[in-house]
């Protein structure tokens, strides 16, 4: 099983920290030659890129803010002519930007929000789309939130819809690239222990009655989400396309 991964090029946005991380180690103990992107964490993901040379893997690391138009047009064409072509584009990097009440939200905040998770995938996908049809098809695997599913909280309502556009560019994506062998997916995470949540939300009395309302009453691991990412670019997801799957503790 996961056979195919051994040799495919894979880019994955955020790569530098938590579930990017994680999705990095996994694909390239799997033999995948792994793109690490990364925006402020250059020492993350370089020791990253380190760790998995030292363990025998391929990786190499690209930098952009996708808040950045230039980054979100060149970020695809640097991969493919830093590893010759591109076989899996993973869509991970993301947040919240401006984690405050709906009611005070400025319209900055909206729209990087916006640009981070629903923008940038959409454009590094028209980008992969181009190139992987003209080479055999690809993988795209989308990592949503289930803030799409609830809403978000009071504070992340912008964060919810962002990642609810980044569904439905799953959907459009998957219709696209169907006569073209590109197939694409969307993991749908729930609470997962990485640093998008700060050490003091963590411990707070609010996560735990968050976490409380998880059936499996935890957090998921950033492997829990990278697990499905594998399956899904192997040829375990050869015939999967246009789904939404969700890793949440049953949440
Ligand atoms: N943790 C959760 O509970 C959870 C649940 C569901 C979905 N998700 C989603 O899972 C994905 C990964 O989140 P995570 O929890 O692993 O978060 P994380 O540990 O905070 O990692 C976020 C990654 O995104 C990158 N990034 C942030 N802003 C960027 C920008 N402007 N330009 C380019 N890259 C940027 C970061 O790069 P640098 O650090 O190098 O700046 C980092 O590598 C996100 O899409 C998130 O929305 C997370």
Known sequence: MFESIK??????????????????KLFASYGAHVGIHYNRNEENAIKLQKDIE?????????????LEESTRSDLIQSFIDAFGSID?????????????????????????????????????????????????GGRIINISSISAKYGGSMNTMHYGAAKAALETLTKGFAKAGAPHNILVNCIRGGVIDTPLHSRIERNSPAMEKRISLIPLK???????????????????????TGEVFTVAGGD
């Open 218 to 240: 935890r957090m998921g691991k950033p492997v829990d989400i990278a697990r499905l990412a594998l399956f899904l670019a192997s040829e375990a997801g050869d015939f999967i």
């Open 54 to 66: 030292d363990t025998g893997g391929s990786a190499d690391v690209l930098a952009g803010d996708l």
């Open 7 to 24: 040799g495919k090029k894979v880019l994955i946005t955020g790569a530098s920290s938590g579930i990017g991380a994680e999705t990095a």
């Open 88 to 136: 899996v584009l993973i869509n991970n990097a993301g947040g919240v930007i401006g984690n405050m009440p709906f009611l005070e939200l400025d319209e900055m905040s909206w729209r990087d929000t916006m640009a981070l998770n629903a923008t940038a995938p959409f454009f590094l996908s028209r980008d992969a789309f181009l190139f992987m049809k003209d080479n055999g």
